[in-house]
């Protein structure tokens, strides 16, 4: 086959701060291992001096140039929604979009954030215990995250975010899924993470655009375990603290890459293979 003939895909990333992303890199990597031409562009609205108001003009422009699809990260996971023709029953049911398919002129929702935060979590926190979580954030991935950490068995999550109206819609959403009480609104902090026995950070506060912590670090202890779902940097400062007190931690590493590999079999239309985008997710500079 020559290179023209090649099945080729052209995909890209929509997000806020985006320029360290690893996810150009793990999606032309096993593009080319597959033999695809395969081409992946971070489309920064704050590189382009953009805000999330641009993002009906940034998805017409891409499905018009011929992309095949889009993911969609911070501050645009729950903005595109109303932009789009269809949702799977997996994004409607969170609530949230991170990848956009353009198949016959329409435009089709998917998330695979949930799926690759429980991948995270079966792999790097298997055993922990699940009778009460803290969620800091209630935004798009906060939303995936919380519907991965219920179907995984957490008894009760304690939802904190800033803006309560979202909030409680999470809150809401998350009971009528998964039965009344389950999820509850966070009002006294230091309290709720001195009874948790897990802390999740949804937020995007930790990235190196954003850095320092979620909540004070003085309510943290050692009988945490805590979760992250930042990657850039891996380790945040929470990690940093929380392992600094013997807490166990995850970082963003397993959701980065399994929510790529789904976006990357949903955009080609072929298995990824997915040990192979880990080891090239841990050979890429930090």
């Not at 729950?78 to 398919?101: C, F, H, K, Y």
């Not at 789904?262 to 930090?286: N, V």
Request: hydrophobic share 45%.
């Amino acid at each position: 086959m020559t290179q023209t003939q090649r099945p080729s895909v052209l995909a890209g990333l929509i997000g806020s701060g985006i320029q360290a992303s690893r996810t150009p890199a793990l999606h032309e990597h096993e593009g080319d291992a597959q033999g695809l031409r395969y081409l992946y562009r971070l489309i920064d609205i704050d590189a382009l001096g953009l805000d999330p108001s641009a993002l009906p003009r940034l998805l017409d422009g891409a499905q018009s140039s011929g992309f095949t699809g889009l993911n969609i990260t911070f501050p645009c996971k729950q903005t595109v929604i109303p932009l789009l023709d269809e949702l799977s029953a997996e994004a409607r049911g969170i609530g949230a979009v991170n990848t956009v398919v353009f198949k016959d002129g329409k435009r089709i929702g998917h998330n695979t954030d949930c799926l690759g935060f429980a991948e995270g979590f079966t792999r790097g926190l298997q055993g922990a215990a699940r009778r009460y979580v803290v969620q800091m954030g209630a935004g798009g991935a906060g939303a995936a995250v919380a519907h991965a950490l219920l179907d995984a068995g957490v008894e009760r999550l304690v939802i904190f975010e800033v803006e309560a109206q979202r909030a409680q819609a999470l809150v809401d959403n998350l009971n009528a899924h998964f039965g009344a009480g389950r999820a509850q609104l966070g009002l006294d902090l230091a309290g709720a993470v001195a009874e948790a026995d897990g802390l999740v950070n949804t937020t995007p506060v930790g990235m190196a655009k954003l850095p320092g912590l979620p909540l004070p670090a003085e309510h943290l202890h050692g009988g945490l375990w805590v979760a992250d779902i930042i990657y850039f940097p891996l380790e945040t400062e929470l990690l940093r603290q929380a392992r600094s007190l013997g807490c166990r931690t995850l970082d963003g590493t397993t959701m980065a890459v399994f929510q790529a590999v789904k976006a990357f079999e949903l955009f080609s239309g072929q298995r990824a293979d997915a040990e192979r985008m880990m080891a090239h997710f841990h050979s890429l500079p930090a």
